[in-house]
């Protein structure tokens, strides 16, 4: 019984409670893509950059007068890699780009 | 008279008898960690980096010893990118208040915030802020950056 009542009184004293705290943030996809024409060559140059670890699929479809010249003129996966790192860099003239992630 | 008189002298003759009664009852010792609320925060800056206040602890204490707060965490401090494990940043924790730590680097094991030291009185439903300081990501890839942190409430 004495064994019994002094371990009652050291659990009392050694009271204890968890709680707990979920903390978290969350950082944006953000796909940039930047088109630059050069005169001297008549071309345009297309960049792509994303901060998601996503892949993507570019697809630039031809057009001539407003009429889509081919399916797919041009195809390319690109590993979702942090944007400045690495740019995909195409020549383009006159296309429309579609940028479709894969998941 | 004389009967009067003997019977006082009788009364003087009797021994005196007392007793003691010790009167006594126990206020038991209770220090209790009410809520840690809100139970979660979710707008971090974790691509700038940020010092905020994530929410509060509430303590009830009525031991003159008083007690420790104390945290783990389930990343060892780490906030993590949910879908790229790989990407995170450190952020460190204080809670506010009389025998605060100021600002800890927590880990998987539990590690002292607060300690009170002896109470001048007890306390009831005392609120402390928990304050949080992100470290910016080096890398600022996609994604929801989290952690969970286990607060304890120790008696001293």
Known sequence: MKIFMATLLIFSGLQAKADSLYISGTIAENIKTKIVFDKKKNQHTFSFGSNSDLSYQVVIDKYIAGNKQENMVNSITVDGKPLLLELQKLKISDYKVTIRSIE | MKKFLSIIALMSAMPAFSATLNLSGTIASSCVLNSVTP???STLNIAAGQTVVVGQTNVSCNSGAGYK???????????????SPNNSTLYTMKIFGAGT???VSLTTTAADL??????TAPVTNELRNVEVVVTPVPVAWAGTYSDTVTVTLTAL
């Open chain 2, 69 to 83: 707060l104390r945290a783990s965490s389930l990343n060892n401090g780490r906030l993590v990118n949910s879908s």
């Open chain 2, 39 to 41: 139970a979660s925060y």
């Open chain 2, 101 to 103: 730590l100021n600002h």
């Open chain 2, 114 to 119: 607060v300690n009170t030291g002896a109470l």
